[in-house]
């Protein structure tokens, strides 16, 4: 007998596996279980995937759906991780709970590099490993070292082409070979949902906002994300849009829509703001938006790829140079989004739907700021980089890099070239490291 369990947190990634299941990217199986984990920080106030609208149509590729977190309960999906030791306890427990019995098992889960998904990677030792990409993240590099142990059983990448022709780097230091979902699969799936959630708003032909709720991921401070939804619809307005519908986070604080309210009557728009948690996919098929605004949304290279409405970024410049620590994953979503889009300033190029960069353009710029998060990950990478930097920084791609950062991988951007040995030098490191310490003794 077999067993087939795929992991999820997001309607998004649900989708994804439904696409994938039906477009015949999995093998036949005797059991298919859907493993749905709810990684919200106060799950008990914030619904699950499997109690939001659109899931009943999604469930009916599973034979069963089980619950992460009432198998590790106390504990949180997020900040829990079996002991070495405890793994093969935790087998047999899941495989008595869950019915699964001595199944041969295998595995398909999203952010493979962190938890929930990588504990249950380590609880089923021999289980072959599927990784699917829910969003932008995929293009970017894995955000930190993989065990091997781990690493080594991933089979493939699967991931919808959000970005015709740019390959993910997530896992290629396993040599891990990426699969597209079939956008057509995909898209089908979508259609699937476009009548779930009541009381979405009917609105004509609106601009569309997308909120993210990055304050919740210490990059904006609030009253900096509520200036950002306002830059989103001034910039609607900008354009000529005096319908608006705001689309926020689930998990987004009501407050963050008082603002936003107070400055769409400033400036004579109707605004409406949607308050069922359905995919941002549903809501384009339900209002066909005449623009789709937000800041690095995935929702906003679904609404362009799939759908072929006019999308718009704002914010994105900031959110360069906030990111922290650089190796940030959110760091390649933002950089594509930016690269990618236009801004509202540009009301041609939105109305062409024109992209700042070519595919080999984009995936060049990707592979140099890849290599600059995860050097010690994607080694082999450096050349490229360096060929980039030489050839292509300039002001505005200086935003993807960070001067000192560069400098601390001896790479060209950084210090002058004549001084670029000293940040591999042990003994000038040490000097400098002596010279701080004495300085700040003076200043005491």
């Not at 936003?260 to 409406?272: F, K, P, V």
């Not at 990111?323 to 950089?335: A, D, G, K, M």
């Amino acid at each position: 007998m077999s067993t087939q369990i795929f992991m999820a947190s997001t309607l998004y990634g649900t989708a994804t596996l439904a696409a994938a299941l039906d477009a015949g990217c999995f093998d036949a199986a005797d059991r298919r279980i859907l493993l749905v984990s709810n990684n919200a920080t106060t799950p008990e106030t914030t619904p699950s995937v499997d109690g939001m609208p659109g899931f009943d149509q999604l469930r009916t590729r599973f034979d069963d759906v089980v619950s992460w977190n009432e198998a590790i309960f106390p504990f949180h999906p997020g900040g829990w991780s079996p002991r070495v030791e405890d793994a093969p306890m935790w087998e047999r427990y899941l495989r008595l709970v869950w019915g699964i019995g001595d199944d041969d098992v295998a595995l398909a889960v999203e952010s493979i590099q962190v938890h929930p998904a990588l504990g249950v990677a380590q609880i089923f030792t021999d289980a072959p490993l599927t990784v699917y990409a829910d969003g932008l993240m995929s293009y970017g590099p894995t955000r930190n070292k993989l065990d091997p142990l781990v690493g080594t059983r991933v089979e493939r990448l699967l991931h919808l082409d959000l970005v015709p022709g740019l390959a993910p780097l997530l896992l290629t230091e396993f040599g891990v070979g990426a699969e597209l979902v079939p956008t057509e699969a995909f898209a089908k799936v979508l259609s699937e949902l476009a009548d779930t959630g009541a009381g979405l708003p009917d609105v004509e032909r609106p601009a569309v906002l997308l909120g993210q709720y990055l304050s919740a991921l210490g990059i904006l401070s609030p009253d900096e994300e509520e200036s950002l939804h306002v830059s989103m619809l001034t910039g609607a307005v900008g354009l000529g849009h005096t319908r608006v519908v705001f689309k926020p986070h689930p998990t987004a604080p009501a407050r963050f829509t008082r603002v936003l309210e107070q400055e769409a009557e400033r400036l004579g728009a109707d605004l409406t703001v949607v308050d069922t948690p359905v995919l941002a996919e549903v809501l384009y098929q339900r209002v066909r938006p005449a623009l789709v605004v937000g800041c690095f949304s995935t929702a906003l290279l679904t609404a362009s790829a799939l759908y072929g409405l006019p999308v718009a970024r704002v914010g994105t410049e900031t959110l360069l140079d906030r990111l922290t620590p650089y190796e940030n994953s959110n760091r390649v979503p933002v950089t594509i989004v930016d690269a990618l889009l236009p801004e509202p300033a540009d009301p041609t190029a939105v109305a062409d739907g024109r992209q700042g960069l070519d595919t080999d353009a984009l995936a060049a710029l990707v592979r140099a700021v890849g290599f600059a998060m995860q050097p010690k990950i994607l080694p082999e990478l450096r050349p490229a980089a360096e060929e980039y930097l030489r050839s292509n920084l300039n002001a505005r791609t200086g935003r993807y890099f960070k001067k000192r950062r560069l400098t601390s991988l001896g790479l060209p951007g950084g210090i002058p070239e004549r001084l670029a040995f000293l940040p591999r030098n042990s003994t000038a490191r040490k000097v400098v490291r002596r010279a701080r310490a004495i300085r700040r003794s003076i200043k005491r």
